[in-house]
């Protein structure tokens, strides 16, 4: 069944108003017969009956001059009585209320005249005063009521329809902001594997001449380093699908702190690692994810930057006084010119910002890169 479309609706309703009015007219017709009216006024009355019915089928397309003109008809015959009284409802309830007011005025000065020269009899002319002013004031409050109830509607539609917009926006932006979280998670261990995996190939380039078993040895960590790479790059692309409702990437913390000392060190980095496990073994597991992420940024951009240099790294700090960390690595007088998009430190330091927390990097007077983090960490 295809929905009423508006045009149609506002046919209906002006066959209905014209089938109405045309009963109103009739019945008004047949009590002027029945009242011995002259032939002249009979004539009169039929005339304008008629006419009113004509008009008033253009009543939803120009309200104000029809309601004026069914004004007028009113003061020469009863039967344009209840086609004025239906366009001044009309206009009252579609236009403004400056407008309708005038409308329903030129109403009580069409009655008045008919009054005048048509009085009705057993009723005083001051009481058909007061009828026709109380009869029009009623219809413009009707109408303006029902106009104001159509505006309060409209407008909790709108408010609505806003609502549901800004709801889906929200909604939108939430996902977008996880999905974008999710993917620096993965950039951060993609990158850190497959720097790991260029350290090893290059060592198979330029040390042709190792032993077979060592160069077999690199190889296979080159091929479990690919293998973990493209694992981790299908969770990247699954979480950055539009149709992703959520991922599970790798939730590693400071605990595992150790693995990854450990993993650098055989990639050829020597690192002097110092912390405080028993203190650490009570931070915040989201600190200790953004700690661990620092770390791995650091130590990643020290091996692709300055490989094969010696790595400070120290981790400290408790409950109260904040989680610290600092990498220090000597750079060389000619820096190693690596791939990359260069936006990690950038992507690490707005998620220090977002826990509250801070994050420096700066090249020192004596030819260190030294990187700072401070986050802070609840008693």
């Known amino acids: 069944m295809q929905p009423v479309t508006p045009r149609q609706n506002q046919r209906r309703m002006v066959t209905a108003v014209v089938i109405v009015a045309t009963l109103l007219v009739a019945s008004v017709v047949f009590s002027e017969v029945n009242s011995k009216t002259g032939p002249d006024e009979l004539v009169l ?11 008033l089928i253009g ?12 004004a007028a008809l009113a003061a020469l015959s009863p039967t344009a009585t209840p086609l004025s009284t239906a366009a001044t409802l009309q206009t009252a309830r579609g236009q403004r209320a400056n407008v309708a007011g005038w409308v329903a005025l030129a109403g009580v000065v069409g009655h ?3 009054g005048l020269w048509r009085p009705m009899p057993g009723l005083s002319y001051a009481w058909w005063l007061v009828l026709d002013v109380v009869v029009h004031a009623g219809l413009f409050a009707w109408g303006a009521l029902g106009r104001a109830r159509r505006a309060l509607i409209g407008s909790l539609q709108e408010r609505a329809r806003r609502a549901e917009a800004e709801q889906g926006r929200r909604v939108a932006e939430a996902r977008a902001a996880e999905r974008t979280a999710l993917a620096r998670e993965m950039h951060d ?11 090893y190939a290059g060592a198979l380039e ?16 080159v091929r479990d380093g690919v293998h973990q790479a493209l694992d981790e790059l299908r969770d990247v692309i699954s979480v950055l699908r539009d149709d992703a409702e959520s991922a599970d990437p790798p939730q590693l913390d400071l605990a ?11 990639a050829g980095t020597p690192v002097h690692f110092e912390n405080q496990p028993d203190e650490l073994a009570s931070l915040p597991a989201s600190t200790g994810r953004t700690g661990y992420r620092i770390v ?29 960390i600092e990498i220090r690595n000597p750079v060389p007088d000619t820096p190693a010119t690596v791939p990359g998009s260069g936006t990690g430190l950038i992507g690490l330091t707005e998620r220090v ?5 801070r994050l420096d990097h700066e090249l020192t007077g004596s030819g260190e890169f030294q990187l700072r983090a401070s986050l802070p960490w609840p008693v």
């Open 353 to 357: 910002r977002l826990t509250g927390g």
């Open 296 to 324: 791995q940024e650091g130590l990643t951009n020290a091996r692709k930057h300055a490989a094969r240099q010696p790595v400070s790294l120290i981790v400290s700090g408790g409950p109260g006084t904040g989680l610290r």
């Open 256 to 266: 595992d702190l150790t693995a990854l000392v450990e993993e650098n060190r055989a």
């Open 206 to 221: 330029y040390r042709q001449d190792a032993e077979p078993a060592r160069l077999a040895h690199a190889a296979g960590i």
């Open 189 to 199: 261990v993609l990158a850190h594997r497959l720097s790991l995996v260029a350290t």
């Open 112 to 114: 008045a005249i008919y």
């Open 45 to 55: 009355d039929v005339v304008v009956g008629a006419l009113g019915c004509a008009l």
């Open 59 to 70: 009543l939803f397309r120009w309200p104000i001059p029809i309601a004026i003109t069914l």
